[in-house]
């Protein structure tokens, strides 16, 4: 029994101090630093696309120049109205911010790194984990599902509306 306990610690432990790898040998960063500019305020501005991103996963805060906390994690229906009730707070200086599409949150991985696959200058403290977005997946017997995109090893899945993933928000910008 201790043997397997010490065993199951060991393997958590090690996975949840891995450190981020990047190979940059054979291609450049997909979603380099230079690419967004730091709005000063938690959030930054893709200069590729113009969309503005939260810096934080959903539940967590920006101080000190870094993410602090835990993300929450948060059903399909529930990323949505809390991206609404965030909204509605007016906390974040925007009343527009929204769980990205698809196509969106795939512009912010990074393909050259793993554990996790986002540039972590940009986007500090990110899980290695799966991502909420509003993309559903087409066919009615698939009401039920929506895609997520995992910043670890899965890649985009899709999954049921009803499991909690972590959320980053987005917004249009200007």
């Keep these: 029994m201790r043997t397997t306990l010490f065993a199951v610690c060991l393997l958590w432990s090690c996975w949840a101090f891995a450190e981020q790898t990047c190979d940059t040998s054979v291609h450049p960063l997909s979603a380099p630093s230079e690419r967004f500019a730091d709005n000063g305020d938690g959030t930054v501005t893709d200069t590729e696309s113009r969309l503005m991103w939260m810096r934080c996963s959903l539940g967590q805060n920006w101080s000190g120049g870094t993410c602090t906390g835990a993300p ?103």
């Design 72 to 174: 929450g994690q948060y059903s399909w229906e529930e990323a949505g109205a809390a991206a609404e009730a965030l909204n509605q707070s007016g906390s974040q200086f925007f009343n527009d911010w929204r769980v990205p599409k698809l196509p969106e949150l795939a512009s912010i991985a990074e393909r050259e790194c793993q554990n996790p696959r986002i540039n972590l200058t940009i986007f500090p403290n990110t899980p290695p984990a799966r991502f909420w977005t509003t993309t559903l997946r087409p066919g009615g017997e698939f009401d039920a599902y929506a895609y997520a995109l995992d910043f670890g090893s899965q890649g985009v899945q899709h999954e049921s509306k009803a499991l909690s993933f972590n959320v980053r928000l987005v917004r249009t910008g200007q």
